[in-house]
């Protein structure tokens, strides 16, 4: 009882751990660049040969400003519907340490889908529920056998769209609907890691409708960035001021903000168009190659950046592939995916090779 917050608070946030609700968030060092800082404890003179924007000596801004006010134009949103952090796997813990307490609450997965998901809830103490994608349908969201199967413990469900390792978009209008009938009851999680790979808005333009709905996008897959470790969580901005109490203050790396800003200028966008069309192409040829291919049982369609194939002997391409010096994934463990690799589409060279490497 005497967790509870004395003001009255909307049915999302009310969803939240009470204790994250009434948490005192870290007071970080005022960020003013028109001050000198003799505040934060660092030391005043630039490391031998530091040769960034802003000095590494200094810490940097907590949710840069000009970052999230990019990232938030790139997707369409506000800023302040916009959380920076380290991958789009910082967003998901980060939905599942606010939203379910351990022990207690419970988040639900729709495999076979991407891992992380169920890590993210095993670490926090969260149980985790399973509705599988119907895979006679090409693994399809049953949105109400979902719905059905969240009963008060579950305080987030994550959908994957495209899903990995499927490769499918999941069904915007389906996902709406999930998301209105779960309004008070779950946060409603999209990751879209592939979104720029498909056709289509994706769900940042419904965030409006949806005070539970979360959309995570990266810039890990499409923008050739994974090493930036930079993606963003898109949602209501009470969400994203909930969430900011629970991000480390200084999450963001300054290297990170001034190599993302200038890899987010027109130029470098223009780039990642052209490589993503070139991607796509190599995505057809390599999905209709591997159609005609013997030992291929089954290629599933893909918007995404790889293939899901089940193959009649996949020990063997798995050896196969490696004897070309090439690693695909094997998810076989996961359910319904008995005889099923994933192989992401490489450039057209690669690709070549692997197409060379499984029908020798
Ligand atoms: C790769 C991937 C991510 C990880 O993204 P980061 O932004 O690099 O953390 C998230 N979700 C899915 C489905 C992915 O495949």
């Given amino acids: 009882m005497s967790a509870a917050p004395k003001l009255s608070i909307s049915p999302t946030l009310a969803l939240a751990r009470p204790d994250i609700l009434t948490l005192q968030a870290y007071e970080h060092a005022l960020w003013d660049p028109g001050l000198e800082r003799l505040h934060a404890n660092e030391l005043p003179w630039r490391a031998s040969g530091d040769n960034s924007g802003a000095g590494l000596n200094r810490y940097p801004e907590p949710q840069p400003r000009a970052l999230v006010a990019r990232l938030a134009s790139l997707y369409g949103v506000a800023p302040e519907q916009t959380l920076v952090g380290r991958g789009s796997d910082e967003g998901i813990d980060l939905v599942v340490r606010a939203f379910c307490r351990a022990g207690e609450d419970a988040v639900l997965i729709t495999p076979p889908t991407f891992g992380m998901y169920a890590v993210a809830a095993r670490i926090q103490g969260a149980a985790v529920r399973s509705v599988p994608l119907d895979a006679r349908r090409g693994f399809a969201l049953d949105a109400d056998t979902v719905l059905a199967a969240c009963d008060p413990s579950v305080r987030v469900v994550f959908l994957c769209s495209p899903n990995n390792p499927t490769g499918n978009l999941l069904d915007a209008d389906a996902m709406a609907h999930l998301a209105r009938a779960l309004e008070g009851r779950a946060i409603l999680v999209v990751d879209e890691a592939y979104g720029e790979f498909a056709e289509g808005p994706g769900m940042a333009p419904r965030l409006a409708a949806h005070p539970n709905l979360v959309v995570l996008r990266t810039l890990s897959k499409a923008h050739g960035l994974a090493g930036a470790r930079c993606g963003s969580l898109l949602a209501a901005p009470e969400i994203v001021a909930l969430l900011r109490k629970l991000i480390p203050p200084y999450a963001i790396t300054q290297l990170t903000v001034e190599a993302v800003l200038q890899f987010l200028e027109p130029p470098a966008l223009a780039v990642m168009r052209e490589r993503i069309a070139l991607l796509r192409r190599e995505r057809a040829r ?75």
């Fill in 286 to 360: 390599l999905y209709h190659s591997l159609q005609r291919m013997a030992g291929v049982d089954h290629v599933w369609p893909s918007e995404a950046n790889f293939l899901l194939a089940s193959f009649v002997q996949p020990d063997q391409a798995l050896q196969r592939s490696l004897d070309a010096g090439l690693l695909v994934r094997d998810v076989r463990r996961q359910p319904g995916l008995g005889h099923a690799l994933r192989i992401t589409v490489g450039t057209p060279e690669q690709n070549d090779r692997l197409l060379q490497a499984l029908s020798s």
